[in-house]
């Protein structure tokens, strides 16, 4: 015969029911915590023996601009003289089933000492918690995805902004950005330069490299001076990718002031605006070993991106845009050069570009230097900008 079971009896069971489920959440929470702070503890043992493998194990991979910006931010950490780098857990706040979120706390010395925190985002992956990067919110723009902090009032100016590089370089470049590009937004310049490139001693408004998102830092009021900044860093994301990262630092950042930052006028650009001809009398040979990201004084850090444009400027104007544009062909023609992994990225795209230039325009590097030293005593691209 069923009985009905008496209130307390029914009590005392449903009590047990709660106290068991308590315990399994709490079990599984602190389960999520735990297994955390052990990825970020093989971080810091990766960091400690400068074990790439054993740092990208602790890395997602289904997000192939994160990877890719995963392998540089290890490579900077170390072997770009940062020293006594410390990244622990604060806290973890669990999402779901599949999602966390960790604050995690980094100290290390660069020149100076930093200590900063973040969100960074893991996920459960083939049972494995794993570091997805920062904690963004994120939008799908279509073309392009936009992943930005908390707090950013900014996002459909920035997107708006893309769209338009999108437009304005459609008919420059035959190549086109990637399908699934993402655009990364901080409110906070700091963490850009630490999340992105933290070797650099001097802070930066946008960042590109090859097979990685594009990042902005978006604290500068006037928002229509980004518009040469976001078309910068496309035409960055495009140039690199056909030439597959063969050539040289200077030449890349002298496209991306030709198509990008001066697209909208020199008066747009406080950088462009700053040229003084005296200034850009810099041979290749200079140009070559120089080291900007050790640059520290902002006129000299101008001068440098000045001179990049002017040599440009010098080539477009001298040789046309398609005998140009087959310098980057003809050097996308080699392997692509990862500038992450290959420490002799440098001295060898110098070399790729002394190769190039002898193939498709029949000159020398020091021709070059020669030839444009002479263009720059009668020019007037200072006063007649290429899109004025």
Not at 41 to 54: F, H, P, R, S
Request: glycine share 6%; proline share 3%; aromatic share 12%.
């Amino acid at each position: 015969m069923y009985k009905r079971t008496k209130p307390l009896k029914a009590a005392v069971i449903l009590l047990c029911i709660i106290l068991v489920l308590t315990a399994c959440t709490t079990a599984s929470s602190g389960s999520v915590e735990n297994a955390i702070r052990k990825n970020v503890e093989t971080k810091q043992k990766a960091i400690d023996a400068a074990d790439q493998d054993l740092y990208m194990s602790t890395v997602t991979q289904n997000d192939y601009y994160y990877k890719n910006e995963q392998v540089r931010w290890f490579t900077e950490m170390v072997h770009k003289g940062i020293q006594k780098v410390s990244i622990t857990v604060d806290d973890v706040k669990t999402i779901d089933d599949t999602t966390a979120v960790a604050t995690i706390i980094q100290t290390h010395v660069n020149g100076e000492d930093f200590n900063f925190s973040w969100p960074a985002q893991y996920k459960l992956e083939n049972g494995e918690w794993v570091d997805c990067g920062y904690a963004f919110n994120e939008t799908d723009a279509g073309k392009f995805t936009v992943m930005y902090m908390e707090g950013e009032t900014r996002v459909n100016d920035f997107i708006q902004m893309m769209n338009e590089a999108y437009a304005n370089l459609e008919p420059i470049f035959t190549e086109r950005p990637h399908g699934n590009f993402e655009l990364k937004l901080f409110t906070d310049r700091e963490l850009l330069r630490q999340r992105t490139v933290p070797s650099v001693r001097w802070l930066f408004t946008g960042w590109g490299e090859p097979n990685e998102s594009l990042k902005l830092y978006t604290g500068h009021e006037d928002i229509n001076r980004y518009k040469g900044t976001v078309q910068h860093e496309v035409v960055h994301h495009i140039t690199i990718n056909i030439c597959n990262n063969n050539l040289p630092i200077w030449l890349y950042e002298g496209v991306a002031m030709y198509y990008g930052s001066s697209y909208y006028g020199f008066e747009n650009s406080k950088l462009l605006s700053s040229i003084e001809k005296e200034n850009m009398r810099m041979p290749i040979s200079e140009l070559e070993v120089l080291d900007s990201s050790r640059l520290t004084e902002t006129q000299d850090i101008y001068n440098w991106y000045g001179q990049n444009f002017m040599y440009t400027a010098y080539l477009i104007e001298t040789y046309g845009y398609d005998k140009y544009m087959e310098l980057w062909y003809e050097a996308g023609k080699k392997p692509f050069n990862d500038s992450a992994a290959n420490p002799d990225f440098y001295s060898q795209n110098n070399e790729t570009m002394g190769e190039v230039l002898k193939t498709v325009l029949g000159l020398t590097k020091q021709q070059l230097t020669d030839d444009y030293l002479t263009w720059l005593e009668t020019t007037d691209i200072l006063e007649n900008p290429p899109f004025g």
